[in-house]
């Protein structure tokens, strides 16, 4: 994994451009995700076992959003059933040419590990096989709102019974008091994490147009829409959370 730390935000910039998934940022993005993320690494690592329990043998189980492939890795670790398949999916060029060469690398230091294909797509626009499991780690935040119905509706139809998908975001809270509770102790977070005030409210200027965190309620209800039946929370700290949801 590539050890350089994030410092995309270090400098003062005259206009601070909206976020985008680029080259600059897949060098830095493991250590940016780590540091920004609270519970990252035990939400990705969760995900392979909870995928254990819902993966039905010669099944493809998909990572949507997969970035540089981190649950992909958790689920090709943890998930030992019979004929599955992972299939990873990013619309980032330079994510997608990372997350190759991490997961070679991965094929070269394990064996038997599930096969895996890597797609550069939109998601909105993939065609979905009927799947056991899929995930969605912190990527629905950055699909258009608009969009977010459609795609856990597609998602939902694509899922085979005993199945579940795997949806983690950061959350926004209905209650004022509370929503700017745990912004601030996010900003602890990364301040703790050696986040200068300046990267703090430079990164928040570049993903407020671009990611649109819901509340716990509205992805409920909206699951509920897309045809899922049950929605569980099974991790959170601060504001960031991880649900599932069963057919
Ligand atoms: N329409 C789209 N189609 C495909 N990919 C998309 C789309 N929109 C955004 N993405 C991709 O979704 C990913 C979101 S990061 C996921 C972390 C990862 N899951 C992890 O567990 O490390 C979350 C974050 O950085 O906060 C990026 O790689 C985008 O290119
Ligand atoms: O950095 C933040 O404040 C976040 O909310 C999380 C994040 C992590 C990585 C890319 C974009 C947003």
Redesign the pocket.
């Known amino acids: 994994m590539s050890q350089e730390p994030d410092r995309l935000f270090a400098q003062p910039l005259a206009e601070v451009p909206d976020f985008v998934?680029n080259e600059d940022v897949v060098r830095v993005?493991p250590d940016?995700?780590k540091r920004?993320?609270p519970g990252?690494p035990t939400?990705?690592e969760n995900i392979g076992v909870l995928a254990g329990q819902f993966a039905q043998p010669h099944t493809t189980l998909y990572?949507?959003?997969?970035?540089?492939?981190?649950?992909t890795q958790a689920l090709r670790r943890h998930v030992r059933i019979d004929g599955c398949k992972v299939i990873a999916?990013?619309?980032?060029p330079a994510?997608v040419a990372r997350c190759s060469e991490y997961l070679h690398a991965q094929d070269a230091m394990f064996q038997e590990l599930l096969p895996v294909e890597v797609i550069e797509?939109?998601?909105?626009a993939?065609d979905l096989q009927p799947t056991s499991l899929v995930?969605?780690?912190?990527?629905l935040?950055?699909?258009p709102p608009e969009r977010r119905l459609e795609l856990l509706t597609r998602i939902r139809q694509a899922l085979l019974p005993g199945g579940a998908l795997i949806l983690?975001e950061?959350l926004r809270f209905e209650d004022a008091a509370e929503h700017e509770l745990l912004t601030e102790l996010h900003v602890a977070f990364k301040r703790a994490n050696g986040y200068s005030e300046l990267e703090i409210a430079q990164k928040r200027s570049a993903i407020e147009k671009v990611?649109l965190p819901d509340s716990l309620e509205q992805h409920r209800e909206r699951l509920l829409a897309a045809g899922f039946s049950k929605v569980v929370p099974w991790f959170q700290c601060l504001n960031f959370a991880s649900l599932v949801a069963l057919p």
Do not use: P
């Open positions: 998934f993005f940016m995700i920004s993320v990252y939400i990705v990572d949507l959003g997969a970035s540089l492939g981190a649950v999916v990013d619309n980032s994510m797509a939109d998601i909105l993939l995930t969605l780690n912190f990527t935040q950055f699909i983690s950061k990611m």
